[in-house]
């Protein structure tokens, strides 16, 4: 069975400072991995996605996660944090090993970014 | 181009009621998804479709069912409700069912159960 981890419930960062947000994951075969983000009172907003090559990826926003297939993380990362960036963030996995194209999520990280 | 749109935004129904949620995908997206968010935790799947066809089913009860018309919208229907099913409940959208793609969130719904 696939599983994801995001150890934090809430990260806090200085505006300007760089952030990440971590997560964890288990899987049986092949990781796909995703962020998400999620501001108040709305859906989830596509960031990013592994699916194979670089271990760093970029995506909106000024986004990147890296990927660690031999820690099974996929951390996200920002260089500069702005105020902008507060809310809610998720990480998701899906396994082609295990049969299953239904992705998994964390509970989510808070992320607070103050001026 | 408009996103995935979901009616009605906010619904308040009482136990034993049924309700029925309404999803529209992208443009050229022939896949829905249906996912459960509860406050404080990560969205549930709960059914996937594409082309008409049911492609994924979650852990969730019989009183859950939803259906894809031609047009690719779908709608979630949920019987018999329980105050545990108040939640923000999520539709995505994709063009189509691999493991690589990417699913596109509308703003959910927010079912209030009383």
């Known amino acids: 069975a696939q599983s994801v981890a995001q150890p934090e419930d809430q990260v806090n960062v200085a505006e300007g400072n760089p952030l990440t947000v971590k997560c964890t994951y288990s899987?049986?075969?092949?990781?796909?991995l995703f962020w998400y983000v999620q501001y108040p009172n709305r859906g989830l907003q596509f960031l990013l996605k592994?699916?194979?090559?670089?271990?760093l990826v970029k995506g909106s926003y000024g986004f990147e996660a890296e990927f660690n297939k031999s820690q099974t993380s996929f951390h996200l990362k920002k260089p500069s944090a702005l105020v902008s960036d507060s809310a809610l963030y998720f990480c998701?996995?899906?396994?082609?090993?295990?049969?299953?194209?239904?992705?998994?999520f964390g509970r989510g990280t808070s992320l607070i970014v103050h001026p | 181009d408009a996103g995935v749109t979901q009616s009605p935004t906010h619904l308040i129904k009482t136990r034993g009621q049924h309700v029925t949620l309404r999803c529209s995908p992208i443009s050229g997206h022939k896949s829905v998804s249906w996912y459960q968010q509860v406050l404080g935790q990560g969205p549930q799947f709960i059914f996937q479709y594409y082309e008409k066809e049911e492609r994924g089913r979650g852990n969730f009860p019989d009183r859950f069912s939803a259906r894809q018309f031609p047009n690719y919208s779908s709608e979630l229907n949920v019987n018999a409700l329980l105050l545990g099913d108040s939640a923000l409940y999520l539709c995505?959208?994709?063009?189509?069912?691999?493991?690589?793609?990417?699913?596109?969130f509308g703003p959910g719904t927010r079912l209030t159960v009383l």
């Open positions: 995505a959208s994709s063009t189509e069912t691999g493991v690589a793609d990417t699913q596109y």
């Open positions: 899987v049986s075969g092949n990781p796909y």
């Open positions: 998701a996995v899906r396994d082609i090993g295990g049969g299953s194209y239904i992705p998994t």
């Open positions: 592994y699916i194979t090559g670089d271990n």
